[in-house]
């Protein structure tokens, strides 16, 4: 949206006084903070949600940021949402551990989420205050017990194999660890990262909890070292790309040639893009008898959350059915392209 004006807003950090230029609002503006912001269908879908929440005024705008931007840019951005009294919060995908990195002593209040996964996926505010969640532990969590249902890893014996130690990675490794039923929760669990800082701080997460799940920690950046990890697991496991490959950066963690596990679950957890995970899933849904899932309910579950957290409204399952019907006109039709290595999903 056009600004009405430009303010000169002043923080200090460590001592050294920093200028920002805060854009004043005209409108109530609920902000994306992400990549390619204005591809996503949040930007048609949010106008009917708001009207259907009886909060037709609020306007949706996207802040792109370049993958692992310039801290000052992700502080730029916390600025505008703190200082601007009708910038109402956001939702931010794909920097959640960047920006909090760049920007922790701007927020008044961290949710122990944030804490505990070291990411910010939500800002929001209240009495002036600006607050950080992490809410991708609650929705990941919430689209992956839809996939799966209960008593799956009881069920099947299968394992998890997590490609990306993100913030989504994070949020459905804690997400299970806290599952209360043992039934629901993997023997083992591998994370995949292709560099070891993340992978690092992943494993600090887990170290510092209490489970009963074996978790591994693999630094891999070649597909076809992937291929052999992804075929050293039991059928009925559950592979998930979250490396934002097939959205954000172009390929896929694995080749055409991996063999998903047989009577297992391929989760790919975005919803646009080229997506090659889920098209090479998708050639062996047939003859391998696997589950495969993109990341529509994701979506769904993701942003209204979100909405809810900065809106300060509830959520219930009648009121998520409205807007996921709402929205269902609008989800992109994916249609699945032959991989050149589908031949072996017959073995």
Same mark, same amino acid.
């Given at each position: 949206?056009?600004?009405?004006?430009?303010?000169?807003?002043?923080?200090?950090?460590?001592?050294?006084?920093?200028?920002?230029?805060?854009?004043?609002?005209?409108?109530?503006?609920?902000?994306?903070? $992400?990549?390619?912001? @204005?591809?996503?269908? =949040?930007?048609?879908?949010?106008?009917?949600? !708001?009207?259907?929440?009886? %909060? &037709? #005024?609020?306007?949706?705008?996207?802040?792109?940021?370049?993958?692992?931007?310039?801290?000052?840019?992700?502080?730029?951005?916390?600025?505008?949402?703190?200082?601007?009294?009708?910038?109402?919060?956001?939702?931010?995908?794909?920097?959640?551990?960047?920006?909090?990195?760049?920007?922790?002593?701007?927020?008044?209040?961290?949710?122990?989420?944030?804490?505990?996964?070291?990411?910010?996926?939500?800002?929001?505010?209240?009495?002036?205050?600006?607050?950080?969640?992490?809410?991708?532990?609650?929705?990941?969590?919430?689209?992956?017990?839809?996939?799966?249902?209960?008593?799956?890893?009881?069920?099947?014996?299968?394992?998890?194999?997590?490609? $990306?130690?993100?913030? @989504?990675?994070?949020? =459905?490794?804690?997400?299970?660890?806290?599952? !209360?039923?043992?039934?629901? %929760? &993997? #023997?083992?669990?591998?994370?995949?990262?292709?560099?070891?800082?993340?992978?690092?701080?992943?494993?600090?997460?887990?170290?510092?909890?209490?489970?009963?799940?074996?978790?591994?920690?693999?630094?891999?950046?070649?597909?076809?070292?992937?291929?052999?990890?992804?075929?050293?697991?039991?059928?009925?496991?559950?592979?998930?790309?979250?490396?934002?490959?097939?959205?954000?950066?172009?390929?896929?963690?694995?080749?055409?040639?991996?063999?998903?596990?047989?009577?297992?679950?391929?989760?790919?957890?975005?919803?646009?893009?080229?997506?090659?995970?889920?098209?090479?899933?998708?050639?062996?849904?047939?003859?391998?008898?696997?589950?495969?899932?993109?990341?529509?309910?994701?979506?769904?579950?993701?942003?209204?959350?979100?909405?809810?957290?900065?809106?300060?409204?509830?959520?219930?399952?009648?009121?998520?059915?409205?807007?996921?019907?709402?929205?269902?006109?609008?989800?992109?039709?994916?249609?699945?392209?032959?991989?050149?290595?589908?031949?072996?999903?017959?073995?």
């Amino acid at each position: 949206m056009v600004a009405d004006s430009l303010e000169n807003a002043l923080m200090v950090k460590e001592g050294v006084e920093m200028k920002y230029h805060i854009s004043t609002k005209k409108e109530p503006t609920f902000y994306f903070v $992400g990549v390619t912001t @204005s591809k996503s269908s =949040i930007m048609n879908v949010f106008p009917l949600w !708001a009207e259907a929440l009886g %909060r &037709p #005024e609020i306007v949706m705008e996207g802040i792109d940021h370049a993958l692992h931007d310039n801290p000052g840019a992700y502080r730029r951005t916390v600025a505008q949402i703190k200082l601007d009294p009708l910038s109402l919060g956001a939702l931010v995908t794909t920097h959640k551990i960047d920006l909090l990195e760049a920007a922790e002593d701007m927020f008044d209040v961290l949710h122990p989420s944030s804490r505990i996964t070291g990411e910010v996926s939500c800002i929001s505010k209240r009495d002036g205050l600006l607050i950080g969640h992490a809410k991708d532990p609650l929705t990941s969590g919430l689209s992956l017990d839809a996939v799966l249902g209960e008593d799956y890893f009881a069920r099947t014996g299968g394992h998890v194999l997590n490609f $990306g130690a993100g913030g @989504s990675g994070k949020a =459905i490794a804690l997400h299970l660890i806290q599952k !209360a039923n043992p039934h629901d %929760r &993997p #023997e083992r669990f591998v994370m995949v990262n292709r560099s070891k800082p993340r992978l690092v701080k992943f494993q600090e997460m887990v170290e510092r909890l209490e489970t009963d799940i074996a978790f591994e920690y693999i630094l891999n950046n070649d597909p076809e070292r992937n291929d052999e990890i992804m075929a050293g697991l039991p059928d009925g496991s559950v592979v998930i790309n979250a490396t934002g490959m097939g959205k954000d950066r172009p390929g896929s963690p694995v080749t055409d040639k991996g063999l998903f596990p047989g009577d297992g679950v391929a989760w790919e957890i975005n919803y646009r893009g080229e997506l090659d995970f889920w098209h090479q899933a998708k050639a062996q849904e047939e003859n391998r008898s696997v589950t495969v899932e993109d990341g529509w309910l994701y979506f769904l579950h993701g942003w209204t959350q979100h909405i809810a957290e900065v809106l300060h409204i509830g959520m219930d399952q009648e009121t998520f059915n409205r807007l996921a019907e709402l929205a269902s006109g609008l989800r992109p039709h994916l249609v699945p392209k032959p991989r050149p290595g589908s031949d072996l999903a017959e073995t």
